[in-house]
C-alpha cells in the first residue's frame, strides 16, 4: 500500500515537473541567441599533457614547472573571460613555487623513481573548488554577507596534494553553499560552458569542470553530494569521480556536517582530464594505506562481469538518443571485444531513487548552511522566495528552495524517512549481489548534455541518475564519450560496489582508449 502512494505521488510530481518545463522552456531557449563566445587557441603543447605525464617531465627536469605553471596561468586568464569561472587565484605565489620546485631538483640527490614515489605531483598545478579551504584563499562559497571570507587553513585533502608536491593555482566558482546544478552566485555570477557559452557548465563543481574543460587545469579537487562533480564533469567533457564513501578525508569542506550520515553521502573527489591521472590522485588523497594500494592492481576488462541500465525511476525523464546512443557504443565495444555479454540489471527499489535520495539528503543537518542561511522555517523562507522575485534578497533562489523544502520534509513523519533508510539499504543488498566484487553498471550520467541557464529547476528530479550513488555510498565515474550533434559533451557513469573504486577507472581507462576521451572546445582562432 505504502508503495503504492509513493507511485501515485510520483506521477503527480512528475506531471508538476513537465508543467513547469512547458511554462519555462520557451523562454529560457532563448538564450541560445545570445552570442557564443569561442575560447582562444590553446598555445602551448604543456596544456595536452596529462598530469602524469607534466610530473614525469618535471622529474626529468625535460620541462621546469615554471614553465608548465605559467602556461597554465596564461591559459587560465585568456579563457576565464568566457567562461567566469575563478573566484581567487594565487598566481604569482605559484610561480614562486614552482622556482622553488626547479631550484630543488637541481641539487637534489633523489632518483626518478624515489621522486615519483615520495613526491608524485612534484611542480604540477592544481586547481581547487572553492568550498575547499586552501588557506589565505576565499572561502564564502558565494555567500554574498560573508564575500570576504578566507581560509584560515587548508582542508585535509589540499595538505595531502600539496605534501605530493602540487602548486595550487586557484579557487573556482560554485552554487551558493553548493547548493544546486548550476554554478552561479550572487558574489560571482555564472560559470559558463567552454564548449556552448550559452550554456551552463553544472554544479555545484562548475568552476573547476570549465577550467577542465578548456585546458585551464589540468587535475581538480572536486567535492560530490548530489552529483556535484559528475554533472559538471559530463557536462563539460571531462572525467569525474565519486569515490567509495569515507575512502577520502572530507575535513575542511564548507558546508559541512556533524550528522553521522555525512561522511556516508558526501565526499570529495577528483576531475581530471585524462583518465590516466585519476589513480595517481586517488592514491595521494586516499587516507587507508591499504585502499591506495588498491588503484595499482591492473584490471582487465576481460575479467569483469558489466552491467548496464538506460534508465533511472519513475521520476525521471527519459534520457534523450545521445545518452542512449553513447551507451550502447560501450555495450557494443565490450561485446565484440571482450566476447562478454552487457546484461542488463534490474534492480527492484530503483523505482524509488528519488525519493530514497531527496528524503535522506534533506534530512540531513548541515552546519554551513544552518549558520550562512537566515531563512530555514516556512514563513521566513516564503518572505526570502518573495524578496528574490524583486531581486531583493541576498540569497539565491536555490538556497531559498533548498530551505523551503527541507521545513516541508520536516514535517514528514518519521516512518517516511525509515521507509526511505530501509530501501536505501535493499538497493544497496541489491547491487552488493549483482556487482559482487568484479562488476560494474553502465548507467546514464544525466538525461541529456548541458542545458540553458536556471532549465535545471524543471529537471531537479533528472539529478537522481547521479544523486542515488551518494546515499548508497558507491563509487562511480563519469567518463567523456564524445561530442552530440550541437558539440556538447556526453557521458555515462561506471558503478561499482564499496572499495572497488580501481574497477570504475580501469573502465575509464578503457573508454578513454577507445573513444578518445576529453575533445578540445571549439576555439575562436582569430584570437591571441
Same mark, same amino acid.
Not at 173 to 181: D, G, S
Given at each position: 500500500?505504502?508503495?503504492?502512494?509513493?507511485?501515485?505521488?510520483?506521477?503527480?510530481?512528475?506531471?508538476?515537473?513537465?508543467?513547469?518545463?512547458?511554462?519555462?522552456?520557451?523562454?529560457?531557449?532563448?538564450?541560445?541567441?545570445?552570442?557564443?563566445?569561442?575560447?582562444?587557441?590553446?598555445?602551448?603543447?604543456?596544456?595536452?599533457?596529462?598530469?602524469?605525464?607534466?610530473?614525469?617531465?618535471?622529474?626529468?627536469?625535460?620541462?621546469?614547472?615554471?614553465?608548465?605553471?605559467?602556461?597554465?596561468?596564461?591559459?587560465?586568464?585568456?579563457?576565464?573571460?568566457?567562461?567566469?569561472?575563478?573566484?581567487?587565484?594565487?598566481?604569482?605565489?605559484?610561480?614562486?613555487?614552482?622556482?622553488?620546485?626547479?631550484?630543488?631538483?637541481?641539487?637534489?640527490?633523489?632518483?626518478?623513481?624515489?621522486?615519483?614515489?615520495?613526491?608524485?605531483?612534484?611542480?604540477?598545478?592544481?586547481?581547487?573548488?572553492?568550498?575547499?579551504?586552501?588557506?589565505?584563499?576565499?572561502?564564502?562559497?558565494?555567500?554574498?554577507?560573508?564575500?570576504?571570507?578566507?581560509?584560515?587553513?587548508?582542508?585535509?585533502?589540499?595538505?595531502?596534494?600539496?605534501?605530493?608536491?602540487?602548486?595550487?593555482?586557484?579557487?573556482?566558482?560554485?552554487?551558493?553553499?553548493?547548493?544546486?546544478?548550476?554554478?552561479?552566485?550572487?558574489?560571482?555570477?555564472?560559470?559558463?560552458?567552454?564548449?556552448?557559452?550559452?550554456?551552463?557548465?553544472?554544479?555545484?563543481?562548475?568552476?573547476?569542470?570549465?577550467?577542465?574543460?578548456?585546458?585551464a587545469s589540468c587535475l581538480s579537487l572536486a567535492s560530490d553530494i548530489a552529483g556535484s562533480a559528475r554533472l559538471p564533469a559530463m557536462f563539460c567533457g571531462v572525467f569525474g569521480h565519486k569515490p567509495t564513501a569515507c575512502l577520502v578525508p572530507c575535513r575542511g569542506h564548507r558546508p559541512d556536517s556533524?550528522?553521522?550520515?555525512?561522511?556516508?553521502?558526501?565526499?570529495?573527489?577528483?576531475?581530471?582530464?585524462?583518465?590516466?591521472?585519476?589513480?595517481?590522485?586517488?592514491?595521494?588523497?586516499?587516507?587507508?594505506?591499504?585502499?591506495?594500494c588498491r588503484f595499482d592492481q591492473k584490471v582487465s576488462p576481460r575479467n569483469m562481469k558489466f552491467y548496464y541500465l538506460d534508465d533511472c525511476c519513475?521520476?525521471?525523464?527519459?534520457?534523450?538518443?545521445?545518452?542512449?546512443?553513447?551507451?550502447?557504443?560501450?555495450? *557494443?565495444? &565490450?561485446?565484440?571485444?571482450? $566476447? =562478454?555479454? !552487457?546484461?542488463?540489471?534490474?534492480?527492484?527499489?530503483? @523505482?524509488?531513487?528519488?525519493?530514497?535520495?531527496?528524503?535522506?539528503?534533506?534530512?540531513?543537518?548541515?552546519?554551513?548552511?544552518?549558520?550562512?542561511?537566515?531563512?530555514?522555517?516556512?514563513?521566513?523562507?516564503?518572505?526570502?522566495?518573495?524578496?528574490?522575485?524583486?531581486?531583493?534578497?541576498?540569497?539565491?533562489?536555490?538556497?531559498?528552495?533548498?530551505?523551503?523544502?527541507?521545513?516541508?520534509?520536516?514535517?514528514?513523519?518519521?516512518?517516511?524517512?525509515?521507509?526511505?533508510?530501509?530501501?536505501?539499504?535493499?538497493?544497496?543488498?541489491?547491487?552488493?549481489?549483482?556487482?559482487?566484487?568484479?562488476?560494474?553498471?553502465?548507467?546514464?550520467?544525466?538525461?541529456?548534455?548541458?542545458?540553458?541557464?536556471?532549465?535545471?529547476?524543471?529537471?531537479?528530479?533528472?539529478?537522481?541518475? *547521479?544523486? &542515488?550513488?551518494?546515499?548508497? $555510498? =558507491?563509487? !562511480?565515474?563519469?567518463?567523456?564519450?564524445?561530442?552530440? @550533434?550541437?558539440?556538447?559533451?556526453?557521458?555515462?557513469?561506471?558503478?561499482?560496489?564499496?572499495?572497488?573504486?580501481?574497477?570504475?577507472?580501469?573502465?575509464?581507462?578503457?573508454?578513454?582508449?577507445?573513444?578518445?576521451?576529453?575533445?578540445?572546445?571549439?576555439?575562436?582562432?582569430?584570437?591571441?
Amino acid at each position: 500500500m505504502e508503495d503504492t502512494v509513493i507511485l501515485i505521488v510520483q506521477k503527480i510530481v512528475k506531471f508538476i515537473l513537465f508543467l513547469l518545463s512547458c511554462l519555462l522552456t520557451p523562454f529560457l531557449m532563448l538564450q541560445g541567441l545570445r552570442k557564443r563566445n569561442k575560447l582562444p587557441l590553446i598555445k602551448s603543447r604543456l596544456l595536452l599533457l596529462s598530469a602524469s605525464e607534466i610530473a614525469r617531465k618535471i622529474r626529468r627536469q625535460e620541462v621546469s614547472s615554471e614553465e608548465v605553471v605559467r602556461a597554465y596561468i596564461e591559459r587560465c586568464n585568456d579563457v576565464n573571460r568566457s567562461l567566469n569561472a575563478i573566484v581567487e587565484s594565487r598566481f604569482d605565489a605559484a610561480v614562486q613555487e614552482a622556482r622553488n620546485v626547479d631550484k630543488f631538483l637541481a641539487v637534489v640527490a633523489r632518483t626518478e623513481e624515489q621522486l615519483a614515489r615520495d613526491l608524485p605531483l612534484l611542480g604540477v598545478p592544481v586547481t581547487v573548488k572553492e568550498s575547499i579551504a586552501v588557506e589565505g584563499m576565499s572561502n564564502a562559497v558565494g555567500v554574498k554577507k560573508r564575500k570576504s571570507l578566507k581560509a584560515n587553513r587548508n582542508a585535509q585533502v589540499v595538505d595531502m596534494i600539496r605534501e605530493a608536491g602540487a602548486i595550487i593555482l586557484l579557487v573556482s566558482n560554485t552554487p551558493e553553499l553548493c547548493l544546486f546544478w548550476e554554478s552561479n552566485n550572487k558574489t560571482t555570477g555564472p560559470t559558463w560552458n567552454p564548449y556552448d557559452t550559452t550554456r551552463v557548465s553544472g554544479g555545484s563543481s562548475g568552476g573547476e569542470a570549465a577550467l577542465l574543460g578548456s585546458a585551464a587545469s589540468c587535475l581538480s579537487l572536486a567535492s560530490d553530494i548530489a552529483g556535484s562533480a559528475r554533472l559538471p564533469a559530463m557536462f563539460c567533457g571531462v572525467f569525474g569521480h565519486k569515490p567509495t564513501a569515507c575512502l577520502v578525508p572530507c575535513r575542511g569542506h564548507r558546508p559541512d556536517s556533524n550528522d553521522t550520515n555525512w561522511p556516508q553521502y558526501f565526499t570529495i573527489g577528483t576531475m581530471v582530464r585524462y583518465a590516466e591521472d585519476l589513480p595517481l590522485v586517488m592514491k595521494i588523497i586516499s587516507k587507508p594505506e591499504e585502499s591506495r594500494c588498491r588503484f595499482d592492481q591492473k584490471v582487465s576488462p576481460r575479467n569483469m562481469k558489466f552491467y548496464y541500465l538506460d534508465d533511472c525511476c519513475g521520476m525521471t525523464n527519459s534520457i534523450d538518443d545521445d545518452m542512449k546512443q553513447a551507451i550502447q557504443r560501450l555495450r *557494443m565495444h &565490450i561485446e565484440t571485444a571482450y $566476447g =562478454l555479454k !552487457v546484461q542488463k540489471a534490474q534492480f527492484s527499489q530503483m @523505482k524509488f531513487a528519488f525519493e530514497i535520495g531527496a528524503y535522506l539528503l534533506l534530512h540531513l543537518e548541515v552546519d554551513g548552511v544552518n549558520q550562512d542561511v537566515t531563512c530555514a522555517g516556512s514563513s521566513k523562507a516564503l518572505l526570502e522566495l518573495l524578496k528574490c522575485i524583486f531581486h531583493a534578497s541576498s540569497y539565491s533562489l536555490p538556497v531559498i528552495a533548498y530551505s523551503l523544502l527541507k521545513w516541508i520534509f520536516s514535517k514528514f513523519p518519521q516512518s517516511v524517512r525509515d521507509a526511505m533508510a530501509e530501501k536505501r539499504i535493499s538497493l544497496k543488498r541489491e547491487f552488493e549481489e549483482l556487482l559482487g566484487d568484479d562488476g560494474v553498471l553502465i548507467f546514464p550520467s544525466f538525461a541529456s548534455a548541458s542545458h540553458y541557464q536556471y532549465q535545471a529547476y524543471a529537471k531537479v528530479a533528472d539529478f537522481t541518475y *547521479m544523486m &542515488i550513488y551518494n546515499v548508497l $555510498g =558507491l563509487p !562511480v565515474t563519469q567518463c567523456p564519450m564524445g561530442l552530440n @550533434k550541437r558539440g556538447l559533451p556526453v557521458g555515462i557513469q561506471i558503478v561499482a560496489n564499496a572499495g572497488n573504486d580501481h574497477l570504475t577507472i580501469a573502465v575509464a581507462r578503457e573508454i578513454e582508449r577507445v573513444f578518445g576521451g576529453w575533445q578540445q572546445p571549439p576555439a575562436n582562432e582569430s584570437q591571441v
